[in-house]
């Protein structure tokens, strides 16, 4: 008989949500909600910034994407700060080590902060608006099978 690999017991999972002070504002969204729920599925957290991975430093200019995630993964459009820098190629760079790390090890879950241009999964920050859709980490790795979940953070 063939044993059948069992899920990965861990999940990718931003940084800031597990109280690194790694936000563009050096601050974190600590989330003691998320660390009962991965507790109680088994998983354990591997943290991971993809800003900050990507060679941005903290802090950092908040920065949007100029189209959608998709799009910029495709090369039509860019990752710009609030003053207008060109940030595409850290953010793009954080987006391809993330990737890694969850093809590393196997991960098929992650749980990201909602609303970053990074890291978002319902929505993100576009030309100066929050709109729907996934920040560039996000989209990245579902294009490679990764599930992703946006945690808000915060919560008790």
């Known amino acids: 008989m063939t044993e059948q690999p069992s899920e990965p017991k861990a999940a990718l999972v931003s940084a800031c949500l597990l109280g690194r002070e790694c936000t563009y504002k050096a601050t974190h969204n600590g989330d003691q909600a998320l660390a009962r729920e991965l507790a109680a599925e088994g998983l354990a957290a591997v943290p991971f910034c993809p800003e900050e991975h990507g060679g941005l ?45 969850c093809q590393r090890l196997g991960l098929k879950r992650a749980f990201l902060k909602e609303r970053s241009p990074s890291c978002g999964c319902a929505t993100t920050h576009v030309g100066g608006e929050v709109v729907e859709g996934p920040g560039l980490t996000a989209a990245l790795l579902r294009r490679h099978g990764v599930t992703c979940t946006g945690v808000e953070g915060r919560r008790e």
Not at 57 to 72: E, G, H, M, N, Q
Not at 87 to 98: E, I, K
């Open 57 to 101: 430093a903290t802090p950092r200019p908040p920065a949007d994407l100029t189209a959608a995630a998709t799009d910029v993964l495709d090369g039509k459009g860019q990752v710009r700060t609030h003053s207008g820098e060109d940030v595409t190629l850290a953010f793009a760079r954080g987006a391809a080590g993330a990737l890694e790390v």
